[in-house]
């Protein structure tokens, strides 16, 4: 470069000069680069040799070791304390008197998850309620969308029309999302509701012909899109009854 020098000298110091003046003169201002020669004893190393020199005297030789005791163990050592474990939870809500559904939740479940399980939750919830009060409740419809919503709505519609209603506990139990694709997803769950009878709303007793989903549990598929409140709501309902595969894994 013009105007720049370097002297290298055996000693293993590199000094330039660099101008900085216009016109092309020179002020000398030695910039020192030191070099590490290969056979230089690393510092690393020469720390570690004093440090053993400092903890093992020459000529001692090493104490016999002591027998444990639990005193050695130090304080909040893994080994001394259980480690937590998850449990899965049982929620119950109370839809009206003599009218529950029961949710197990699984033992860990994420943020979104839960968003999904509580709509599937609410919307459970929400039909048995609206059933109850004789269509008067309508606060289910706002856990469905698109084609979940119209479903939604003939299933309790039945219901009123057929001067029917119901009582007993339901019970949401085996939920898995199988699949999250951006917004979306698919939530699986087994509902058993042998534990219902259906009624006839105008003398509330059960009626002779029990439905077929008082007798034996079956799958709910669930496809769920999140809002932009951030919100799960269920978009598709789909069930799978005995004997079919999918429905198999509900029983227990």
């Not at 050695?72 to 480690?83: H, I, K, T, V, Y």
């Not at 929620?91 to 029961?102: I, L, M, S, W, Y």
């Not at 698109?146 to 949401?172: M, P």
Request: proline share 7%; glycine share 10%.
């Amino acid at each position: 470069m013009p105007g720049e020098t370097a002297d290298r000298r055996s000693s293993g110091v590199s000094e330039a000069t660099v101008d900085r003046r216009p016109g092309g003169a020179r002020a000398a201002t030695p910039i020192h680069t030191y070099r590490w020669s290969r056979g230089a004893p690393s510092v690393i190393g020469v720390r570690a040799v004093i440090a053993l020199a400092l903890l093992v005297p020459v000529g001692c030789s090493s104490p016999a070791p002591r027998p444990f005791t639990p005193d050695d163990l130090p304080a909040g050592d893994p080994s001394s304390a259980q480690q937590a474990v998850p449990t899965p939870k049982v929620e119950t809500v109370e839809v009206a008197p003599g009218v529950r559904v029961v949710v197990e939740w699984p033992a860990v479940a994420d943020r979104d998850t839960t968003g999904m399980i509580n709509a599937l939750r609410d919307y459970r919830a929400g039909s048995f309620t609206s059933v109850v009060t004789g269509g008067q409740d309508t606060a289910y419809l706002e856990t469905v969308q698109d084609d979940a919503s119209s479903d939604a709505y003939r299933w309790v519609k039945e219901f009123l029309d057929q001067r029917r209603s119901v009582r007993g506990t339901s019970r949401l139990y085996a939920l898995n999302v199988v699949s999250v694709t951006g917004r979306g997803a698919e939530l699986h769950g087994c509902i058993d509701e042998t534990g219902m009878r259906l009624l006839d709303a105008e003398t509330g007793k059960a009626v002779r012909r029990q439905p077929g989903w008082t007798r034996k549990p079956f799958l709910q598929v669930a496809g769920l899109r999140r809002g932009d409140d951030g919100v799960w709501r269920i978009k598709l309902l789909q069930h799978a009854e005995l004997p079919s595969e999918a429905a198999k894994g509900c029983l227990r």
